[in-house]
């Protein structure tokens, strides 16, 4: 059986748009609801919310979602993304076992799980088929990466070069960083 880790890396220290990844969609903060939704995939991953927010780490516990504290230092402006998903993965790894590990970015309310499924059955099976090492990301309509998830083996995600062996899955959320792509895509969102 295919074992797999989502981590949500969700600081709480955007600059363009205040804690954006609190900001309510359908009344549930925007974190919260992509965790939820990524809980409803066929593949029943262990999702985890990694922060430094005791805000955040608090609305994991009121919704009932697994959370790992991340440390301030993987938290500031300069940080890569992928800092604090190696920092979780390795937190994680022995506990879990994944044998898939995926990046889901909490700014993606539009993000369903139809599409993460999809995209996990593409990895395992048309992207790279026997590579140890391999990654599918995501891209928008006009082939841009919009980050919205990205799926790795767990050779991957440690990994200080880049790969070489990628594959893509098209979606097209908007990526929230500003107040303009906030009220986008919650309109969108809750006229559906």
Do not use: W
């Amino acid at each position: 059986m295919t074992k797999i880790l989502i981590i949500i890396p969700a600081r709480i220290g955007s600059k363009r748009l205040v804690q954006k990844n609190i900001l309510p969609i359908k009344n549930i903060p925007m974190v919260i609801l992509v965790a939820m939704e990524a809980l409803k995939s066929k593949f029943k991953p262990d999702v985890y919310i990694s922060s430094e927010s005791i805000k955040i780490i608090k609305l994991c516990k009121k919704y009932n979602i697994n959370f790992i504290k991340r440390p301030k230092r993987l938290s500031r402006d300069y940080i890569e993304k992928q800092e604090a998903i190696v920092h979780s993965y390795k937190k994680l790894k022995n506990k879990i076992k994944p044998s898939i590990v995926v990046s889901l970015q909490p700014n993606s309310p539009e993000f369903n799980f139809q599409d993460l499924d999809k995209a996990i059955i593409f990895f395992k099976k048309k992207a790279f088929p026997d590579k140890p090492i391999k990654e599918v990301i995501t891209v928008n309509k006009n082939n841009l990466q919009n980050g919205a998830f990205r799926i790795m083996t767990p050779k991957t995600v440690c990994k200080k070069t880049l790969s070489t062996n990628v594959g893509i899955y098209k979606t097209n959320y908007i990526d929230i960083h500003d107040i303009n792509d906030y009220k986008k895509a919650k309109k969108k969102i809750e006229n559906n």
